[in-house]
């Protein structure tokens, strides 16, 4: 289901009868036609098993399940969208940055710490991005949230991809990542303050960045 983007701050997705699509509660602006919203209490399309994942996971941002006939706009505090098409690859996004996606990908989690081990963990507590992230997996869209527009990096074999941790948004395809220090990084060319450190993203994909270092 392609969304459509109205401006950088309001997308509109076009539902036909049998589709439906999940949204962030409150995310609905306006709609025509004969639409429903109902609060969505299985976690999406990974079911009990990704509704459990995601309370355990801390990535329990509440949804809605949009279905009928019709055109719904969204958009969620004012904050900048990004529209992500995936070709059966997964896409690896904090709940909270999710506006709304196709019912038709599916839903689930990933424990951060298997991509890096323990400064994967340490990611987690570094950037309060949490140690578990959402994942959506298949073919259809995701319209996902961020801060000041976002640019889209490609991960390449031998052409790793350097990221302040809040300034990360998503990343997608077959993409390994892990936490490491530069002691005077964020001082000398970073935007934040604290301890030194960039997640390094390598393999095949790409990355996501907002021009903020505000979450959401």
Do not use: C
Not at 4 to 25: C, D, H, W, Y
Not at 80 to 103: C, K, P, W
Not at 156 to 179: I, S
């Amino acid at each position: 289901m392609p969304f459509r983007e109205i401006n950088s701050k309001m997308v509109e997705a076009t539902l036909a009868p049998g589709q439906k699509l999940f949204s962030q509660r409150g995310a609905m602006l306006a709609y025509r036609g004969e639409v429903s919203f109902t609060p969505n209490i299985q976690g999406g399309q990974g079911g009990v098993a990704s509704m459990i994942g995601r309370r355990v996971a801390g990535e329990s941002t509440p949804l809605m399940t949009v279905e009928g006939s019709g055109t719904v706009l969204f958009g969620h505090g004012g904050h900048h969208i990004q529209v992500i098409s995936l070709s059966g690859d997964t896409l690896y996004v904090e709940a909270d940055r999710l506006l709304a996606f196709d019912g038709t990908l599916q839903q689930g989690t990933m424990f951060m710490g298997s991509q890096g081990g323990v400064m994967g963990m340490v990611r987690g507590q570094v950037t309060g991005q949490g140690l578990f992230t959402t994942t959506l997996k298949g073919h259809g869209a995701v319209a996902v949230m961020a801060h000041g527009g976002v640019i889209e990096l490609p991960i390449a074999p031998g052409r790793d991809v350097h990221v302040d941790p809040q300034a990360y948004v998503a990343h997608h395809g077959e993409v390994r990542n892990k936490l490491s220090t530069a002691v005077g990084w964020r001082d000398m060319v970073g935007r934040g303050s604290g301890e030194a450190f960039q997640l390094e993203l390598s393999g095949s994909g790409a990355v996501y960045v907002q021009a903020s270092e505000e979450k959401l």
